[in-house]
């Protein structure tokens, strides 16, 4: 029998090269070697600290791989060169993703107090003691802003999606290259657009604008990601929905975005993950609040916005407070990143 | 009945929906063509409030470095001109661009050919989560982290080639300036220049490869005579993506660069900005007159990235059509 | 009151013209070998492909004319049909499933599950109902398909190979229940077989393809 599920199941490419337990020996002796001149130039020059040692050992695991294999020839050496090199250069790419997670760890966990994500900053000055004051009002205005956005974004880009996949129309590719486009537009020009429609029409900033910001950078992210799910639904599937007497827009309403509402969940979710942490549309739209607020026609807080000010200040506890952020807002990344790969592997698996 | 010996081509066939299918195309079409519609009113928009700019400063507008209002009840004595900014941009983007795509192209032969095959799945998402990092917390972290670092390497660059003019400035003070923001810049590209250099990697023909290994070539001969000329183009379009979002970057170049009006290239100097950075900057306090040249200004980035990206969504398409 | 096909089919290398009319209560075996156009046959009256040359009429509705350049869309054919490999939507129970098809013809929500389960238990397949599609059987997978194909009294029922891919000791029942449910139907059938069993016991009359 043939059910319809989706299946992305690529077949492994063939990988001539496996590494055997000499290579690891080999590996393991060249970085022992490159570690130890590290620490060499590292003592006897200059440069100081993790850096200064990675920056030694990274001129020399080239070296030395260059001496150990170079009376093998000259193709031989050049290969363990070019292994040196890229493995190196890939590991220095690392160091900065490594320090950001800690450092928003470690100085943002010091801005936790039990009430930090239930408190506002209402009575609560950003040079006040960690001890008082919260976050709680940025979350709520970031959540409210994205969902709306969502709400308005989500359909949208799906639909064109559809447009592309599964009508085909005259003008997919335009809109394809259109939404290509737009994922270029700076955050910063879609805040002074909206600031130029929505701001100066409405009479002001508000959590609106803010949010109808955050649809134009949204958008081209689910209409990309809508596109390559609906493009492993099979013809299959569409051509007997169609024999049974079902219409064009049944077929894609009740038979093809059901099937993969999984993969448009993820599609949805790394929209979000795109602007949850947009700064520079805010400012020009959402502006900022101090307090728990809900109402869509005044200014709200948002958790960037709220790292940004704090950050601006210069006080040592607001520093800190902007670090707290940065943590609760990295952490709802991440969230957002673990739903949308639980969703997508699980759809890879049917 | 008769079996034919040749087969006609198929009729030409027109479909004819039903009502329902009629409104449900059109919906669907309409709402495909809003980000034509968001494109297009982003533009008039801008124009529209920043024609008065463009009528006062015509050209010089883009070329002069100054940026004074001059007195807020006469908005003819204002000079204002976005030249240093977009130098800035630039000067700050190529940085970017120089120090992330060597980076990149290893990262991305590492994760596809080198890394082990638990360890590529890994890698793969942990690269598409460094995408997804706020650029305000490149901003604080490079402001805290990456700033004290880069002064030091600064001054240890001055001592050695200041003779370079790029190296070179007037006074030894190395803050917050053009290297910081380009390095910064480059972090934060690295992972979309990495993900398409990857993509377009992945698709280079195996069996060529596989034909290289297999005539007794090396990993790394294969890679240099089949993947890095198969990838060359798709790489370019990839730069140009880094590139376009460097230039169109607020928040980070905004905490990492001194905002001075002067057309600076000594990438040591304490001195710069980009065009995005000064519109977050001046927004706050801006008179109406001074609103009206970040419309402007606002107008010139957009069209500015939007050809960058232009071209480079291009060189992508046309990369992944040839394989 | 009749299905009448005049004209020439042909998808790929396989061509061949065909004159022939069917009559409401008749069930048709199609045959014939591989490749000799069974299954293209019954996709030029679904709709899913277009004649190469003549007309094609139900009713006297033209559906397909390559002269008066007429091509009535499947979907507004009044056809059922059951495909070889099914196609079942995996994602949704198998009473939605059947539903498929009555709901497409405007029937309101409840109207379209109450017929949908009498047409389950018509197939013997009613205490599958609220499963998902994705987690059934092939027997009874084959018995669902049946039901959406016909649940919504269709003009024309096309059953492409409805017996295959089931092993002998569930085949038996099942063309037992085929059997039964044709008996009911008072529409055209055309049924695609390569088991000379099916065609003895199911079918009325048979037209044979490619020679």
Request: charged share 15%.
């Amino acid at each position: 029998m043939t059910t319809f599920e989706v299946s992305t199941v690529v077949p492994e490419p063939r990988r001539p090269w496996d590494h055997s337990r000499g290579t690891l020996l080999r590996v393991g002796v060249l970085v022992t070697l490159s570690g130890i001149f590290g620490w060499l130039l590292n003592t006897l020059t200059g440069l100081s600290g993790f850096l200064g040692w990675y920056v030694g050992l990274a001129f020399a695991m080239p070296v030395v791989a260059f001496v150990g294999s170079v009376r093998h020839g000259w193709n031989l050496a050049s290969d363990r060169v070019a292994s040196a090199v890229i493995t190196v250069a890939f590991a220095a790419v690392t160091i900065p993703w490594v320090s950001i997670f800690v450092t928003v760890y470690q100085k943002g966990s010091k801005a936790f107090h039990s009430k930090y994500l239930t408190d506002d900053m209402r009575i609560t000055p950003s040079s006040d003691v960690i001890q008082n004051g919260g976050v709680a009002h940025a979350i709520i205005g970031t959540l409210m802003m994205v969902l709306i956005a969502s709400l308005i974004a989500v359909p949208l880009g799906i639909l064109a999606a559809v447009y592309i996949v599964e009508i085909k129309g005259r003008f997919a590719k335009l809109v394809r290259f259109l939404t290509q486009a737009m994922s270029g537009v700076p955050s910063i020009v879609a805040g002074l657009f909206i600031y130029a429609t929505v701001v100066v029409f409405f009479g002001g900033f508000s959590a609106w604008a803010g949010a109808l910001a955050l649809v134009i950078l949204m958008l081209p992210t689910v209409a990309r990601t809508s596109e390559e799910i609906l493009k492993i639904v099979p013809e299959d599937l569409r051509t007997a929905s169609y024999a049974l007497g079902a219409t064009q827009s049944r077929t894609t309403f009740r038979v093809v975005l059901p099937t993969i509402a999984s993969g448009l969940v993820t599609a949805a979710v790394l929209g979000i993950a795109r602007v949850v942490g947009e700064t520079a549309p805010l400012i020009l739209t959402a502006s900022y609040f101090v307090a728990k607020s809900t109402s869509l026609n005044e200014p709200i807080a948002s958790l960037p916005i709220y790292i940004f000010s704090s950050l601006g200040l210069g006080d040592e506890n607001a520093t800190t407070r902007a670090w707290g952020g940065s943590l609760v807002l990295l952490g709802v990344v991440f969230i957002l990143f673990a739903i949308a790969r639980t969703i997508s592997t699980r759809l890879a698996r049917k | 009945m008769q079996t034919l010996d040749t087969p006609t081509e198929p009729r030409e066939i027109e479909t004819h929906y039903t009502r329902v299918d009629r409104v449900f195309r059109g919906f669907v079409t309409s709402c495909a063509l809003f980000s034509l519609v968001v494109l297009i009113l982003i533009a008039a928009f801008l124009l529209y409030r920043g024609f008065e700019i463009f009528a006062d400063f015509g050209l010089s507008f883009i070329t002069t470095s100054k940026w004074d209002i001059g007195n807020p009840e006469d908005t003819s004595t204002a000079v204002l001109g976005i030249g240093a900014m977009l130098v800035g941009s630039v000067v700050t983007a190529v940085i970017a661009i120089l120090v992330a795509v060597p980076f990149a192209i290893a990262s991305a032969l590492f994760i596809e050919f080198y890394a082990p095959r638990l360890l590529r799945t890994i890698l793969t998402s942990v690269l598409d989560l460094v995408a997804a990092i706020p650029s305000v917390i490149f901003g604080i972290w490079g402001y805290v982290v990456l700033l004290p670092l880069v002064e030091d390497w600064s001054g240890t660059l001055y001592k050695y080639l200041s003779w370079f003019p790029l190296f070179d400035v007037q006074t030894p003070i190395f803050g917050r300036s053009p290297l910081l923001a380009g390095l910064l810049l480059s972090i934060m590209i690295l992972p979309i220049v990495t993900s398409v250099a990857r993509e377009v990697y992945g698709q280079a023909p195996r069996d060529l490869i596989d034909a290289s290994y297999a005539l007794g070539g090396t990993k790394w001969a294969g890679i240099r005579t089949v993947v890095l000329p198969f990838g060359k183009s798709g790489l370019v379009g990839g730069a140009m993506l880094g590139l376009g979002r460097a230039m169109g970057e607020t928040v980070a170049v905004y905490l990492t660069l001194n905002l001075v009006f002067k057309t600076n290239f000594q990438i040591l100097a304490s001195a710069g900005g980009n065009v995005a950075s000064l519109i977050a900057n001046k927004f706050g306090e801006a008179t109406d007159y001074e609103l009206k040249a970040l419309m402007a200004a606002g107008l010139v980035l957009f069209l500015v990235t939007l050809l960058v990206n232009f071209f480079a969504t291009v060189i992508v398409n046309r990369s992944r059509k040839i394989v | 009151m009749s299905l009448i096909i005049q004209g020439q089919i042909q998808r790929g290398e396989c061509a061949f013209d065909l004159q022939e009319e069917f009559s409401p209560g008749e069930v048709v075996a199609v045959v014939g070998p591989n490749g000799s156009g069974k299954s293209t046959l019954l996709s030029v009256v679904a709709g899913l492909l277009g004649l190469a040359e003549g007309s094609m009429s139900l009713n006297g509705r033209c559906l397909d004319s390559s002269k008066d350049n007429v091509y009535v869309e499947p979907e507004q054919r009044d056809i059922g049909m059951m495909f070889q490999s099914l196609h079942l939507v995996g994602q949704m129970t198998v009473v939605d499933n059947v539903a498929l098809a009555l709901r497409a013809r405007g029937a309101s929500r409840s109207d379209a599950h109450t017929t949908a389960r009498e047409q389950l238990v018509a197939v013997g397949a009613s205490h599958l109902a609220e499963r998902k599609a994705s987690a059934l059987s092939g027997g009874e997978a084959q018995r669902v398909a049946l039901a959406r194909a016909i649940a919504a009294r269709p003009a024309v029922l096309l059953l492409d190979e409805p017996l295959s891919a089931i092993d002998a000791a569930s085949k038996e029942p099942l063309r037992a229940v085929l059997a039964a449910v044709l008996q009911e139907f008072k529409g055209i059938t055309l049924l695609v077989s390569h088991d000379s069993a099916d065609v003895s016991t199911l079918a009325s009359r048979s037209i044979s393809l490619g020679g």
